[in-house]
């Protein structure tokens, strides 16, 4: 069964330094998402992106956070200067559009020195 | 504004025994409604989905949620747990003019042997 990938699973970074978290959707999905879970906390709803734009984003997503489909089948979100509250798991989601489900990943955890 | 309720942080149940989680629901417009679960490490798998039609719906691992309009609610319940369902267990909803999913806060179910 398809499933949406990330990678990595893990990342450490300092506090200011840029990140770019990777997800390859399901092949034939056209819907894009981002989500995070800060520890203990409720997933929350960052960004989704549709035909190469942004469709709708949360008040969290900020100028400090961009998305991107660099080629045919990866999806990036980049944070530009972290700090220490963008510690949190971030989830990646496709559908293949409007109200259809949508597959998560499995998530990258992002720790902020 | 949009929110979803899991009042129940925690719950623990026997191996064996019935099951509930409760899931209510404050939404302006006609609902989708999802349950998904999240063992430890795990990404979001999909349970269940309500979009319309039946409001008894069956999902994976034996589950089931009914959609009651009137109460706002989506409860989920499995007539016999497994320890394997120890898990955290999140409802979502969504509807039509928006992307984003909003997820309530989790339960987090234990099992005793």
């Known amino acids: 069964e398809p499933e949406v990938t990330q990678t990595p699973s893990h990342q450490v970074t300092q506090m200011g330094q840029e990140v770019i978290l990777r997800c390859v959707p399901i092949?034939?999905?056209?819907?894009f998402y981002w989500y995070r879970q800060i520890l203990g906390q409720k997933v929350e709803f960052l960004v989704s992106f549709y035909n190469n734009e942004i469709s709708e984003k949360s008040e969290i997503f900020d100028d400090q956070f961009s998305v991107e489909r660099p080629d045919g089948s990866n999806f990036t979100l980049k944070i530009r200067s972290t700090k220490l509250e963008d510690s949190a798991m971030y989830f990646c989601?496709?559908?293949?559009?409007?109200?259809?489900?949508?597959?998560f990943g499995p998530g990258t955890r992002l720790t902020v020195l | 504004a949009q929110s979803v309720t899991q009042p129940d942080i925690h719950i623990t149940v026997s191996e064996g025994a019935s099951l509930e989680l409760r899931c209510n629901y404050s939404?302006?417009?006609?609902?989708?409604l999802f349950w998904y679960v999240q063992s430890p490490g795990q990404g979001l798998q999909l349970l269940l989905k309500y979009f319309s039609g039946d409001t008894l719906v069956q999902g994976i691992k034996g589950f089931e949620a009914e959609f009651k309009r009137s109460q706002s609610s989506f409860n989920l319940r499995k007539p016999s747990v497994h320890w394997s369902d120890a898990a955290e267990y999140f409802c979502a909803v969504t509807t039509s003019g928006t992307y984003k999913y909003i997820f309530g806060t989790g339960t987090r179910l234990k099992v005793l042997a």
């Open positions: 092949s034939n999905h056209l819907y």
């Open positions: 939404y302006g417009a006609t609902p989708y």
């Open positions: 989601a496709s559908n293949a559009g409007g109200t259809d489900t949508q597959y």
